[in-house]
């Protein structure tokens, strides 16, 4: 399994990102996928997550209403698209699938310890 995460960039506070995860070699199409980020100095910490099968979705507090999840079946592409953001969303963000879930997002969902495979990230940085 493969993740690839693209779309970061510099933004203004208020504006608006839309990140991809562009996912390869899963065995199936059900799968489920987690969105994390890490600031300087301090610790990854969990966004969202979907779960392809059936499209259920999670969200952490302090982005609950602002980020949305979303997935392309054809394309094998999960999206995390961001508005309103704010200078303290500035972080290297990653999407990231745990094998022992199969097809249903970790529970808890923002717990990086259940996910063992990782993109590079995509640097998003967002000016007050």
């Known amino acids: 399994v493969q993740l690839v995460e693209s779309g970061g960039g510099l933004v203004q506070a208020g504006g608006s990102l839309r990140l991809s995860c562009a996912t390869s070699?899963?065995?199936?199409?059900?799968?489920?996928i987690g969105w994390f980020r890490q600031a300087p100095g301090k610790e990854r910490e969990g966004v969202s997550c979907?779960?392809?099968?059936?499209?259920?979705?999670y969200y952490t507090d302090p982005v609950k209403g602002r980020f949305t999840i979303s997935s392309d079946y054809a394309k094998s592409t999960v999206y995390l698209q961001m508005n309103s953001l704010k200078p303290e969303d500035t972080a290297v963000y990653f999407c990231?699938?745990?094998?022992?879930?199969?097809?249903?997002?970790?529970?808890?969902?923002?717990?990086?310890?259940?996910?063992?495979?990782w993109g590079q990230g995509t640097q998003v940085t967002v000016s007050s």
């Open positions: 990231a699938y745990g094998s022992s879930w199969y097809d249903q997002c970790p529970d808890p969902f923002f717990a990086s310890y259940e996910y063992d495979v």
């Open positions: 070699g899963f065995a199936s199409d059900d799968y489920a």
């Open positions: 979907i779960s392809i099968s059936d499209d259920s979705t």
